[in-house]
């Protein structure tokens, strides 16, 4: 892949996402609703999700119409360019139903398979991060690098639970056992964000299980180009099963001890 190739797919996914972070920040309905429920009843969708999709989508594809896309709320297409988009045009769907601010739009893209752009768009924290594959990580055009590692038990750890009910029990049991070993436990609501918090230092590790692509793809490889290290259970990488990023010392200690607490189960 060229460096021109890298440079035109970042530019690209910034504008996605200004755009479409400019479209949910000023044109929220102040009686937004739900528009369609998921896999659950608490899975929702709104208007604004599908409209920036609809807007991020088109914007691509004119931009790029050889390559494939993934998008959460339906978008997929294979493309024959070896490029393909990764999208979640809201990532923390319930803080923007609520009016509370930590959503984000989160935009990867791929290359033969290996995602090479992340950006993720914060427009209520005024806030993007964005990383390219070997070159680092930025937050508003600073370099960003996660945290020294604390001990496990001194260390701050963000986590996400499944809408499903089977999953989001054993995640309440498996948060019971983890709470008493660790500094503390925060859930943003925003996977996307959790991840990129991590590359940017403010928070010492993460991990979730039952996320999709268009969750972690672009926020795995900010946390990873900030010098975290992100994976799945050990010995496999971050995917739907497991995702967990954390500064280096404190994967070392977070991975087992979730892999021992059954962090997979449900
Ligand atoms: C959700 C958020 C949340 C995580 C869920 C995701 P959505 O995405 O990232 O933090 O816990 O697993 O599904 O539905 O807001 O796009
Ligand atoms: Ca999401
Ligand atoms: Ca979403």
Redesign the pocket.
Same mark, same amino acid.
């Given at each position: 892949m060229t460096d021109q190739l890298r440079g035109e797919l970042l530019d690209i996914a910034l504008e996605a996402a200004q755009r479409a972070g400019e479209l949910l920040r000023d044109g929220r309905p102040a009686d937004l609703g739900v528009a369609a429920t998921k896999s659950s009843p608490v899975?929702v969708v709104t208007e604004m999700d599908i409209a920036a999709e609809k807007l991020i989508t088109g914007f691509l594809a004119e931009r790029r119409p050889h390559d494939g896309i993934l998008g959460?709320e339906g978008a997929d297409s294979a493309g024959t360019s070896g490029v393909r988009w990764v999208v979640?045009p809201? @990532?923390?769907?319930?803080n923007y139903l609520y009016g509370l601010p930590n959503w984000a739009v989160s935009i990867a893209a791929e290359v033969d398979g290996e995602t090479v752009v992340g950006v993720v768009h914060c427009p209520p924290r005024a806030e993007v991060y964005w990383a390219v594959l070997g070159e680092g990580s930025w937050r508003n055009g600073e370099r960003v690098r996660c945290r020294p590692a604390p001990a496990l038990d001194q260390a701050l750890i963000g986590t996400?639970?499944?809408?499903t009910l089977r999953l989001r029990t054993a995640q309440a049991e498996l948060v019971r056992q983890l709470l008493p070993r660790v500094r503390d436990i925060r859930r943003?609501?925003?996977?996307?964000l959790d991840l990129c918090d991590v590359g940017g230092g403010r928070l010492d590790g993460y991990y979730?299980r039952?996320?999709n692509p268009w @969750?972690y793809a672009a926020g795995d490889l900010i946390a990873r180009e900030a010098g975290a290290v992100t994976g799945g259970r050990p010995g496999e990488p971050a995917g739907p099963g497991l995702v967990i990023a954390a500064s280096p010392g404190v994967f070392e200690e977070l991975q087992p001890l979730l892999d021992e607490l059954g962090a997979w189960r449900g």
């Open positions: 899975d959460e979640d809201i @990532d923390g769907t319930v996400g639970f499944n809408y943003s609501g925003s996977a996307a979730e039952g996320t @969750d």
